[in-house]
C-alpha cells in the first residue's frame, strides 16, 4: 500500500537542507516513520515528495518507512489508532512504538525541516 506521492522529487536540493538531512541520517537506524497519506490529496501532492526525498537522502532504509494509503474519507489502516485526523500526518516512533514527534499538515515549513528541528530537541 505505498504512496506515489512518497515517490522522491527529482528536483529536491539536498544541499539546501542540509542540517535537516543530517539529523534524519543521524537517526536513520533507530526511528521508524510513518506516513498517513492519499495520492488523491494535494497538500499530500506538495509535501510527500521532498519529505520522501530528505527520507532517501538520509539513507533512511525502507523498512523504517511506513507508508498508509487512506482513501478520500481519511480511512485506512492505523488511523484510528493514531487519531489521524488530517492528512499528511507523520508520526515518528521508536522501535518500541513510542511517539517522538508527530508532523500534520498545517505546519508551516516542510516535513523534513520540521521534523529534524523536533528530533534535536526531543533526543538531545
Not at 506521492?5 to 541520517?25: F, G, H, I, K, Q
Not at 488523491?40 to 521532498?50: E, G, I, Q, Y
Not at 508532523?103 to 526531543?122: G, H, I, N, T
Request: glycine share 4%; charged share 35%; with cysteine.
Amino acid at each position: 500500500m505505498s504512496l506515489e506521492t512518497m515517490r522522491p522529487n527529482p528536483t529536491w536540493d539536498a544541499a539546501s537542507y542540509e542540517e535537516a538531512v543530517d539529523t534524519l541520517e543521524a537517526h536513520n537506524d533507530e526511528l521508524v516513520y510513518k506516513i498517513w497519506g492519499g495520492d488523491w490529496c494535494k497538500d499530500c501532492r506538495a509535501l510527500l515528495p521532498d519529505f520522501g526525498a530528505a527520507l532517501e537522502a538520509a539513507e533512511v532504509p525502507d523498512d523504517r518507512i511506513e507508508e498508509v494509503n487512506v482513501d478520500e474519507d481519511k480511512q485506512g489502516p492505523g488511523v484510528e489508532a493514531y487519531d489521524i485526523e488530517y492528512i499528511p500526518t507523520i508520526v515518528v516512533e521508536t522501535d518500541d512504538g513510542e511517539e517522538i514527534v508527530r508532523f500534520v499538515e498545517e505546519e508551516d515549513v516542510p516535513p523534513a525541516v520540521w521534523l529534524a528541528d523536533q528530533l534535536e530537541r526531543e533526543l538531545a
